[in-house]
Nanobody, 128 residues
């Protein structure tokens, strides 16, 4: 069974930092672009950040640009989301996702429809 498992969520004060991790089980995602999405309470799931399978290309939502960093050491390693300068509006359930296999090492995806595999989510709460 293919799974993506997120970890690292929790409660943090505004201005603080958290690092989320996304690990795969059941298979590797060495030729898959990866992404992070979030769903604030009562709102739609939204794109946060994406990274190519090579790790060379990244893309961010404007709301997190300059504060969050998505990374992966190599195509088979976990994917991380370093979140700095957190704000109360960053409070949400955060989901890791993987696209289907792609040939381009630079491909990144920002739309939910481009992702095939999803984790169960990890909760992030930022207090003011």
């Amino acid at each position: 069974q293919v799974q993506l498992v997120e970890s690292g969520g929790g409660l943090v004060q505004a201005g603080g930092s958290l690092r989320l991790s996304c690990r795969a089980s059941g298979r590797t995602f060495s030729r898959n672009a990866m992404g992070w999405f979030r769903q604030p309470p009562g709102k739609e799931r939204e794109f946060v950040a994406a990274i190519s399978w090579s790790g060379d290309s990244t893309y961010y939502a404007d709301s997190v640009k300059g504060r969050f960093t998505i990374s992966r050491e190599n195509a088979k390693s976990p994917v991380y989301l370093q979140m700095n300068s957190l704000k109360p509006e960053d409070t949400a359930d955060y989901y890791c996702a993987a696209t289907g296999s792609v040939s381009s090492s630079q491909y990144v995806a920002a739309r939910r429809s481009e992702y095939r595999y999803w984790g169960q989510g990890t909760q992030v709460t930022v207090s003011s």
